[in-house]
């Protein structure tokens, strides 16, 4: 079992950046996959970047170049670097752990998530 806690969102400008970190309880944090997931108004929630238990990293196609997964086992935490910051950026962003070893953007494909942290970016 994990519990996690996500942490950092807060209102920037476009072309800013900030750094999301998600705290993840449990003995066994570096057996899951880590996702980030984000949802705006109105939208549904969606894949924004995933990290493997071997640090493998994938983004989707609107933040790559822009947003950096990691993850540090030693504190049980994952990050989120978000660089260069757009408006459409803005939403609820969600941490979320995933148990299996197959790839997936889905949101059924992850056992646990946080409350979210809200993200902000003013044109």
């Known amino acids: 079992q994990v519990q996690l806690v996500e942490s950092g969102g807060q209102l920037v400008q476009a072309g800013g950046s900030l750094r999301l970190s998600c705290a993840a309880s449990g003995r066994t944090f570096s057996s899951y996959a880590m996702a980030w997931f984000r949802q705006a108004p109105g939208k549904e929630r969606e894949f924004v970047s995933r990290?493997?238990?071997?640090?493998?990293?994938s983004y989707a196609d609107s933040v790559k170049g822009r947003f950096t997964i990691s993850r540090d086992n030693a504190r049980n935490t994952v990050y989120l670097q978000m660089n260069s910051l757009k408006p459409e950026d803005t939403a609820v962003y969600y941490c979320?752990?995933?148990?299996?070893?197959?790839?997936?953007?889905?949101?059924?494909?992850?056992?646990?998530w946080g409350q979210g942290t809200q993200v902000t970016v003013s044109s």
């Open positions: 990290i493997s238990t071997s640090s493998t990293t």
């Open positions: 979320a752990a995933s148990a299996s070893r197959s790839y997936t953007t889905s949101l059924n494909g992850y056992n646990y």
